[in-house]
């Protein structure tokens, strides 16, 4: 006799419901801009029913109001009679708000320390709580900050004497011109436009310039060649696996900046990936798709064509992930192609993503899947609102202050155009990815599964470069380290100056860039981040030489460059770089 639960999985209502559910679910995230409110809901329940049953934190936040109003009252005391009195607060290093000398006179100085010092006890109020889960309180103490950059006082005429000063030396003009800058963005935004300033960085002309070749094109990728500028070239190629979060040409952006043309410079053919921009039709792709179709398909075109015994393979962000997956399938099945790994800011293990992390839990892939079941998708735009929520001081609101108050429209350069150059996730992978990387860190615990068995880190023995970033909101760079613990291989370990996408775009004779290095050999004891810290090497400058010095040594001596494309084997060279797919939209 059939249970209960048989008999209900053929309930022709299921289906129904389930559509229900999903469209339900599509419009709460149309409303939230992607955010659960269930998810939210618990985690400042989770809080505030933990305080209420902590008297003593309780007393303690009540004694540090009082010293905060102490220490406030005591400074506009002092600096009534002495405008450089020293601060009752400093700002966080990364906060610029208030560095204008403007905001050190009375009664300004007041609404600056008064908010900082509000934000520093809310900080307090929102951290510390026994019994809540470390997630809830990661989501309180975050979106506590969030609600409170909105009223910070930079943000309103009546508070920001910046902002008078240049209202009084305009004569109001700015704010005309930050009203035309607010029309036009938002005309761009219903028209689906990108923003401003984009059309002067046209993709193959001023952006994506460097000479090569289409050799291989399937549903999922282009592979580009690039012509060689040097007379010989080591005998192993380099593979670019970039992000399908991100289009690859962050990686040749102007002639000046491009890491592909420095790379051909320094003697190398190069090959980069060029993905498609996935539609509704393309829901059902995952990573087993993205594997084979990717990095595995560009092996066997890249071998081919150069005839090639081993092959450089470095991977950017997501790239990177994939890449590292692939590597260990091939170790695992006996596939020893790769001469070394090279990761830029892509993470392998996933316990501590960052403040990313706060959108990846049930309830938030629950309502992330929602939005891509209708239309087989996530759009970048979707994805684009996250990240600016990470980073809302320098991407929220300087731009309504700057732009909208200032009257002053900062000009696009090609980092912003390529950045407003957004791509789409398809469903299976992206919920694949989030579930299986993120929520449940498969990858690091030997769990993931690539050609129907499971893959492990431990089988990486090609020598690795790994770049992390200082200031990384997408790949911490204490989460990219990690994989010091996950693979045996050699290690060279690298920490740049800057974010995600400016620390890597780090060509020679950018000013200001500097890094750390350290490399751990085969086998070799894992230092803890602090500790690698102080036993790296500082060094100024572009952390690119560096890696070029360690592909020259992991390479064999220069020869005659290979031919562009392959006819004779199925991998003919067609249209010029930078291809099609990187003009889908």
Same mark, same amino acid.
């Given at each position: 006799?059939?249970?209960?639960?048989?008999?209900?999985s053929?309930?022709?209502?299921?289906?129904?419901?389930?559509?229900?559910?999903?469209a339900?679910?599509?419009?709460?995230?149309?409303?939230t801009?992607?955010?659960s409110?269930?998810t939210l809901?618990?985690?400042?329940?989770?809080?505030?029913?933990?305080?209420?049953?902590s008297?003593?934190?309780?007393l303690?936040?009540g004694a540090?109001?009082?010293?905060?109003n102490?220490?406030l009252?005591?400074?506009?005391?002092?600096?009534?009679?002495?405008?450089?009195a020293n601060?009752?607060?400093e700002p966080?290093?990364?906060?610029?708000?208030?560095?204008?000398?403007?905001?050190k006179?009375?009664?300004?100085n007041?609404?600056?320390?008064?908010?900082l010092?509000n934000?520093?006890? !809310?900080?307090?109020?929102?951290?510390?709580?026994?019994?809540?889960?470390?997630?809830?309180q990661?989501?309180?103490?975050f979106?506590?900050?969030?609600?409170l950059?909105t009223?910070?006082p930079?943000?309103?005429?009546?508070?920001?004497?910046v902002?008078?000063?240049r209202?009084?030396?305009?004569?109001?003009?700015?704010?005309i011109?930050?009203?035309r800058?607010?029309?036009?963005?938002?005309?761009?935004?219903?028209?689906?436009?990108?923003?401003?300033?984009?059309?002067?960085f046209?993709?193959?002309?001023?952006l994506?310039?460097?000479?090569?070749?289409?050799?291989?094109r399937?549903?999922?990728?282009?592979?580009?060649?690039?012509?060689?500028t040097?007379d010989?070239?080591r005998?192993?190629?380099?593979l670019?696996?970039?992000?399908w979060?991100?289009k690859?040409?962050i990686l040749?952006?102007?002639?000046?900046?491009?890491?592909?043309?420095?790379?051909?410079?320094q003697?190398?053919t190069?090959?980069?990936?060029?993905?498609?921009?996935p539609?509704s039709n393309?829901?059902?792709?995952?990573?087993?798709?993205?594997?084979?179709?990717?990095?595995?398909?560009?092996?066997?075109?890249?071998?081919?064509?150069?005839?090639?015994?081993?092959?450089?393979?470095?991977?950017?962000c997501?790239?990177?992930?994939?890449?590292?997956?692939?590597?260990?399938?091939?170790?695992?099945?006996g596939d020893?192609?790769?001469?070394?790994?090279?990761?830029?800011?892509?993470?392998?293990?996933?316990?501590?993503?960052?403040?990313?992390?706060?959108?990846?839990?049930?309830g938030?892939?629950n309502?992330?899947?929602?939005?891509?079941?209708?239309?087989g998708y996530l759009?970048?735009?979707?994805?684009?609102?996250?990240?600016?929520?990470l980073?809302?001081?320098?991407?929220? !609101?300087?731009?309504?202050l700057?732009t909208?108050?200032?009257?002053?429209?900062?000009?696009?350069?090609?980092?912003?155009?390529w950045?407003?150059?957004?791509?789409r996730?398809?469903?299976?992978?992206?919920s694949?990815?989030l579930?299986?990387?993120?929520?449940?860190?498969?990858?690091a615990?030997?769990?993931?599964?690539?050609?129907?068995k499971?893959?492990?880190?431990?089988t990486?023995?090609?020598?690795?470069?790994?770049v992390?970033?200082?200031?990384?909101?997408?790949?911490?760079w204490?989460?990219?380290?990690?994989?010091?613990?996950?693979?045996?291989?050699q290690?060279?370990f690298?920490?740049?100056?800057?974010g995600?996408?400016?620390?890597?775009?780090s060509?020679?004779?950018?000013?200001?860039?500097?890094?750390?290095?350290?490399?751990?050999?085969?086998?070799?004891?894992?230092l803890?981040?602090?500790?690698?810290?102080?036993?790296?090497?500082?060094?100024?400058?572009? !952390?690119?030489l560096?890696?070029?010095e360690?592909l020259?040594r992991n390479?064999?001596e220069?020869?005659?460059?290979?031919?562009m494309?392959?006819?004779d084997?199925?991998y003919p060279?067609?249209?010029?770089?930078p291809?099609?797919?990187?003009?889908?939209?």
């Amino acid at each position: 006799m059939p249970s209960l639960a048989d008999t209900s999985s053929l309930d022709p209502l299921d289906g129904i419901a389930e559509s229900i559910d999903h469209a339900a679910g599509a419009a709460i995230a149309q409303v939230t801009s992607g955010l659960s409110p269930a998810t939210l809901f618990q985690a400042y329940s989770d809080w505030l029913v933990h305080l209420a049953c902590s008297p003593g934190k309780q007393l303690q936040l009540g004694a540090k109001l009082v010293r905060k109003n102490a220490r406030l009252f005591d400074y506009v005391l002092r600096s009534a009679g002495d405008a450089e009195a020293n601060l009752a607060i400093e700002p966080l290093p990364q906060d610029h708000r208030f560095n204008d000398p403007a905001w050190k006179k009375a009664p300004f100085n007041f609404f600056s320390q008064a908010f900082l010092l509000n934000q520093q006890w !809310w900080h307090a109020a929102t951290t510390g709580v026994s019994g809540i889960t470390r997630h809830h309180q990661d989501m309180v103490e975050f979106g506590t900050r969030q609600m409170l950059d909105t009223l910070a006082p930079t943000n309103f005429m009546p508070t920001n004497p910046v902002l008078q000063k240049r209202i009084a030396e305009t004569g109001g003009q700015c704010l005309i011109d930050g009203l035309r800058h607010l029309l036009e963005d938002m005309q761009h935004m219903i028209r689906g436009l990108p923003p401003v300033g984009v059309e002067n960085f046209p993709v193959g002309d001023k952006l994506a310039t460097a000479k090569g070749k289409v050799v291989f094109r399937n549903e999922l990728i282009e592979l580009l060649q690039y012509a060689p500028t040097t007379d010989k070239v080591r005998p192993e190629p380099v593979l670019i696996v970039p992000a399908w979060i991100m289009k690859y040409y962050i990686l040749d952006l102007s002639p000046e900046n491009s890491l592909v043309r420095w790379l051909t410079d320094q003697g190398f053919t190069v090959f980069m990936i060029s993905w498609h921009n996935p539609g509704s039709n393309d829901r059902n792709l995952d990573m087993e798709a993205y594997r084979q179709k990717g990095p595995m398909a560009a092996l066997d075109a890249i071998t081919a064509i150069t005839g090639a015994s081993t092959v450089h393979a470095a991977g950017y962000c997501l790239g990177g992930t994939l890449l590292s997956i692939t590597a260990a399938a091939m170790a695992r099945d006996g596939d020893e192609r790769l001469a070394s790994v090279t990761l830029f800011a892509a993470q392998t293990e996933f316990s501590e993503p960052g403040e990313l992390g706060l959108f990846i839990d049930e309830g938030q892939l629950n309502l992330l899947e929602n939005m891509m079941w209708s239309r087989g998708y996530l759009d970048s735009k979707q994805m684009g609102g996250a990240f600016q929520i990470l980073q809302s001081n320098d991407l929220v !609101w300087s731009t309504v202050l700057n732009t909208y108050l200032m009257g002053e429209r900062t000009p696009i350069n090609d980092l912003m155009a390529w950045n407003a150059d957004g791509t789409r996730m398809p469903y299976a992978m992206h919920s694949q990815y989030l579930r299986e990387l993120f929520l449940n860190d498969d990858l690091a615990e030997g769990k993931y599964r690539a050609g129907g068995k499971t893959v492990s880190l431990t089988t990486l023995r090609k020598p690795m470069f790994v770049v992390g970033t200082e200031r990384d909101h997408v790949a911490p760079w204490h989460s990219v380290y990690k994989i010091h613990l996950l693979a045996p291989a050699q290690i060279t370990f690298v920490l740049t100056s800057g974010g995600h996408n400016a620390g890597i775009v780090s060509e020679p004779g950018h000013k200001g860039r500097r890094f750390h290095v350290l490399t751990r050999e085969a086998e070799g004891l894992s230092l803890e981040t602090e500790q690698w810290l102080e036993r790296a090497t500082p060094k100024q400058g572009s !952390w690119w030489l560096e890696w070029g010095e360690w592909l020259a040594r992991n390479s064999g001596e220069p020869v005659g460059p290979p031919p562009m494309g392959a006819p004779d084997k199925g991998y003919p060279a067609t249209v010029d770089a930078p291809g099609r797919y990187i003009l889908e939209q």
